[in-house]
């Protein structure tokens, strides 16, 4: 078997892998605030999430993963090389995803995948590998890597905005509802749940999806930049896998870490959110959905009554965030390094 059809097969594999740590991580951050509002049993939520995150890819386009897939250029290199890039950043984004979950922090995939593609990217070929954008920004459009950022790190703040005001407007309409006007509330929480699964299925998914379009083109199987249909499949399959095994650890931090959450706290979280990563994938700019999420509910509980929020709790998921996209990259850095050692250099 052709060396470099080998590694390419392996690197896809590793891009499986990594989308399913990507749902197991982010089913968490979906279904935590239902289960701690007890508005579902938690195997009717993942179920629930589950359906829709496999949805999600299908019809949300592919506006995202055009902008993940080209921000680093590895086209007309050898395709050893360039698949060793690729490998490289997944794999650092594996590591971090699961560093993470051992320790029950919520995390974004996202950044670690787009750090791990720098730190591997800066490594083997220099600064000039990397599409940053900022060119294109001072004639007003968002490519490359200054939409990434944007997309990544003003979607956590849209976040936390959108759930102060929802949460402000869901106590001047339902404060005082009465117990059946309770339950119909309870029941929405099906609808929302549903919406937000759809939303991370519309917009993570998309990220394996530009990583195997970038692994195509480096390996000479396309001419241009494409994501064929059995890609669309294999990584909807495996993101849903994931959150099909949603990690518990992250459930605990996210629906009972923070502060008490009731119905009306999960509803407005999770409809913030979805609107949010909605949004977002419109535009083409990726975002995390654990950030979202997170920075939605604490948004949220600052509304109502932020001596009840955890901010202790809070402020270590926020440093998480912080070192996640340098560390990603020196990790990518790191293992290109050492494929650069075992294998690209005789």
Known sequence: MDGAFLLLVITIAVVVLFDFTNGFHDAADMIATCIAARAMKPGMAILLVTS?????????????????GQFVRIGG????????????????????????????????????LVGGLVGSGLYAMGSGSV????????????TGVVKIIIGLFISPL????????????????????????????????????????????????QKGMAIIGMLLLSAGHYRVYTIPDW??????????????????????????????????????????????ISAATAIGAPCSTTQVV????????????PRHVHWITALSII????????ISALIGALFMMIFTHLWITP
């Open 319 to 326: 440093k998480g965030w912080l070192f996640n996209l340098p």
């Open 158 to 205: 849209a976040g936390f905005i959108g759930g102060f005001l929802l949460m402000g407007l869901f106590m001047r309409l339902f404060r005082r509802l009465s117990y059946k006007s309770r339950k119909l509330f309870v029941f929405s929480q099906y609808l929302t749940t549903a919406w937000l699964g759809f939303t991370h299925g519309t917009n993570d998914a």
């Open 131 to 142: 599409n940053w954008g900022f060119n294109a920004l001072l004639h007003g459009e968002l």
């Open 231 to 276: 890609a669309i499949l294999l990584c909807a399959t495996s993101i849903t896998l994931g959150t099909l095994f949603g990690g518990w650890s992250i459930i605990k931090t996210m629906g009972f870490g923070l502060y008490r959450i009731r119905t009306m706290h999960s509803v407005a979280d999770q409809i913030g959110s979805a609107l949010v």
């Open 52 to 68: 829709f995150t496999f949805l999600g890819p299908f019809v949300g386009g592919l506006a995202v993963a055009d902008t993940v």
């Open 294 to 305: 997170t920075s939605t509910l604490l948004g949220v509980g600052a509304r109502e009554k």
């Open 77 to 112: 290199r050898p395709s050893i090389f360039a698949e060793s890039i690729v490998l490289a950043a997944i794999l650092a984004a594996v590591c971090y995803n699961l560093l993470t979950w051992k320790f029950g922090l919520p995390t974004s995939s996202s950044n670690s």
